[in-house]
């Protein structure tokens, strides 16, 4: 008999996922000189639609072509073209395949050789120790950036919608803007935005019940969150059960339940207050937590590539199982597991004493079998990290120059 995994999963709006694996979002880094998709992600797109995933989540797209995550990221915003995310839309949405687009902006996980706007709740710095220098001291923001913050999700979110993609994520975790209003160790305002954990929330609730208004309720709206941050002070998992309670009371579609920043990178199984997280699938003990005292359908992702953990996430009440890397070196896990369930999945793992690099290079082999994937060829599982990196630091320098010049009249 088939896993519980390959069960269909109805959406509190009604609308069914045919089964519980999700891909969640991998920034790729692949947009073309537009921050527009182009042939190498409709390529790597269909190869998960028909590596049998029952949901894709886009890697995130961002709300603003002055605020990017990092070089070759794509954006959606009023005026963007929308054929090349139709293209998109319409391969990943082979094979029955349910399509979110993940919109996200980075606040103050801005990389300084990028530029731009630099924007976070209140003005404090990335504590990165000796890398700290990468990034830039962000500005505080004003009402008017707010506003201007909110309006623009909500396009992203709407000119999805038009583009064909059954719905969208709402990029709350990992340390980037929405995440910053919720952590108390970011957030030091003392108006309406900041403060108790209502007014922390109060970005995201905004932006959720906006897009719901704008596009209504047969469009899929997610979050994903982080069920903690693990830093001392931090957002934690009773802030992070306070919050889906919110998300609840608004009918959002799912939770994924994910955790760290940049500074505590538990997304990728480590931590910076010393817990300990499970070798695989890291979120599971806060994902159950939360579960079982919501009606919201929670969904966690991080460190999953076995089917028999996969079925372990299902019956622990959780409702989706998210992989990322993993379908990174084998984008049809899900239809391997059907012909053979012990088939392992795999994570790359760099050991380097130096975690910050550490967990760039962990990024640069999976962004490399991605760009594999798009060119057609067959992910290799044996690539080398220090390589990895290297390549990917030239790939970004040659990007960032070009998106430096494109917006040379914008950017500082
Ligand atoms: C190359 C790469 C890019 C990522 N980009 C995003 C992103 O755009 N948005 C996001 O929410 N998470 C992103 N993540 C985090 C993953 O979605 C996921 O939470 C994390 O990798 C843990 O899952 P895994 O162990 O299955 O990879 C990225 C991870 C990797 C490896």
């Not at 909110?150 to 396009?155: A, D, G, K, Q």
């Not at 969904?299 to 299902?314: C, D, E, F, P």
């Not at 967990?359 to 290799?380: E, F, I, N």
Request: charged share 25%; net charge positive; glycine share 8%.
């Amino acid at each position: 008999m088939a896993s519980v995994v390959f069960t269909p999963f109805t959406l509190p709006n009604g609308n069914v996922v045919k089964n519980r694996i999700a891909k969640a979002a991998m920034e790729e880094n692949m947009a073309d000189a537009n921050q527009l998709p182009g042939g190498a992600l409709f390529t790597l797109y269909r190869k998960w639609a028909e590596g049998g995933v029952g949901l894709i989540i886009t890697g995130n797209v961002m709300v603003d072509h002055l605020a990017m995550t990092g070089p070759g990221g794509l954006v959606l915003e009023a005026n963007t073209p929308l054929e090349p995310f139709k293209k998109l839309a319409a391969e990943a949405k082979q094979n029955n395949t349910r399509l979110w687009m993940q919109i996200n902006h980075p606040g103050r996980q801005v990389f300084k050789k990028m530029g731009g706007k630099v924007l976070s709740p209140s003005d404090i710095a990335l504590d990165m120790g000796k890398h700290s220098g990468l990034f830039e001291k962000p500005k505080a923001m004003t009402e008017e950036d707010i506003n201007d913050l909110i309006e623009r999700f909500v396009t992203t979110a709407s000119l999805a919608q038009q583009a064909g993609y059954d719905g969208v994520q709402i990029h709350a975790a990992h340390g980037y803007l929405l995440s910053q209003f919720l952590s108390p160790l970011t957030n030091k305002r003392k108006d309406n935005w900041g403060g108790s954990l209502e007014n922390r929330a109060r970005l995201l609730i905004t932006i959720a019940k906006k897009v719901r208004e704008k596009c209504g309720n047969a469009f899929d709206i997610a979050v994903k969150l982080n069920s903690a941050d693990f830093q001392r002070g931090g957002f934690d998992v009773n802030d992070a059960q306070q919050v889906v309670e919110m998300l609840s009371q608004l009918n959002v579609d799912l939770v994924e339940l994910s955790g760290g920043s940049y500074e505590a990178p538990a997304m990728q199984g480590r931590t910076a207050d010393e817990r300990t997280l499970s070798r695989e699938a890291y979120f599971l003990s806060f994902a159950k937590q939360i579960a079982d005292t919501t009606r919201t359908p929670i969904m966690t992702t991080g460190g999953i590539r076995r089917l028999s953990v996969a079925q372990q996430v299902i019956e622990s009440n959780v409702d989706m199982v998210g992989i990322a890397s993993a379908l990174a070196l084998t984008p049809d896990l899900p239809n391997r597991w059907l012909e053979a369930p012990d088939i392992e999945g795999v994570i790359p793992v760099v050991g380097w004493k130096d975690k910050t690099l550490a967990g760039l290079a962990t990024m640069a082999q999976v962004k490399r079998q991605l760009r594999r994937l798009g060119d057609g060829k067959k992910p290799t599982h044996n690539a080398i990290a220090l390589v990895s990196l290297i390549l990917d630091q030239l790939r970004a320098a040659k990007l960032t120059k070009r998106y430096r010049k494109q917006y040379a009249n914008e950017v500082r």
